[in-house]
């Protein structure tokens, strides 16, 4: 029987898979996983031989209809088996970024910011409140809440002005939960720039030569952060829980 349970959003991305299989592996049958993933059928053939168990969901987070209800449903998924768990972590792990070809003057659409902050921060708030809800307080178990956060969220970053707004808040969020709530396990952790559709579209399409010009560099370098190794240390850290709660912790940090 399964002790602990993860809760994995993005969990078809790139980084989101890598997390998928170091659960597998660090943890094998003793995980259940919620993998909440727009591509179903990739997880599925992912995930068919992994040890762990794995229970497939999709919330579509910029969708604001019944958005609570549906995190509830997601979070629920191995209730009818009956199961308890020593330990539940969630990692929040879904993001989107704003368009690269425009600057801050260019952001003028109040609905195009709306629509943006909600899939990539008022969502993300509502899950970790139904899941704090859900989980906080079972007597016999941990409950710990990881934000995949990025270098983002503490420098500017010219060209990608709402991604790093979105970020930030991200972060402060769980600096402030940390605080309100210091029986909870909370990390953000940085995972270091991998090669994903979203970096290589930042070498290509960007108007910060700062931000072009770092990624064009990462791949000539082959420089790029292995998905896999990152996850690991996100996962080792989380098991050696030695960082203050509600730091922000980098790949790169030692």
């Known amino acids: 029987m399964s002790n ?14 890598a997390i998928l299989r170091q659960i597998n592996t ?27 168990v794995v229970k497939l969901t999709s919330v579509d987070f910029s969708q604001r209809e019944e958005i609570k209800e ?12 009956d199961s308890s768990f020593s330990e539940v972590v969630l990692v929040n792990n879904h993001a989107s970024a704003n368009d690269v070809k425009r600057l801050v003057a260019e952001y003028d659409d109040y609905q195009e910011l709306d629509d943006y902050m909600f899939l990539n921060f008022t969502s993300f708030q509502i899950l970790t409140a139904v899941f704090l809800k859900e989980f ?34 991200r972060m402060m969020l769980y600096k ?3 605080g309100e709530y210091p029986d909870v396990n909370v990390l953000n952790y ?3 720039p991998m090669l994903t559709a979203m970096t290589s579209n930042f070498s290509t399409d960007s ?15 082959n420089s790029y952060v292995d998905p896999d190794e990152s996850a690991k240390k996100m996962l080792d850290l989380l098991k050696e829980n030695k ?11 030692r």
């Open 70 to 81: 549906r995190c509830v449903s997601m979070l629920q998924l191995f209730e009818a088996d």
């Open 243 to 253: 960082y203050k709660p509600g730091d922000q912790v980098d790949f790169y940090d």
């Open 190 to 192: 940085s995972p270091g």
């Open 207 to 221: 108007v910060g030569p700062m931000v072009k010009d770092f990624f064009v560099d990462l791949a000539a370098k």
């Open 176 to 178: 402030t939960l940390a």
């Open 136 to 169: 906080r307080g079972r007597e016999g178990t941990a409950v710990s809440v990881i934000n995949v956060s990025s270098l983002a969220s503490i420098v500017g970053m010219p060209s990608l002005s709402i991604y790093c707004a979105g970020k930030g808040a």
């Open 4 to 17: 602990i349970l993860f809760i994995v959003t993005g969990a078809s991305g790139g980084f989101g898979s």
């Open 26 to 52: 660090l943890h094998g049958a003793d995980a259940a996983i919620i993998a909440c993933t727009r591509n179903q059928e990739t997880v599925a053939e992912l995930t068919k031989d992994f040890s762990s």
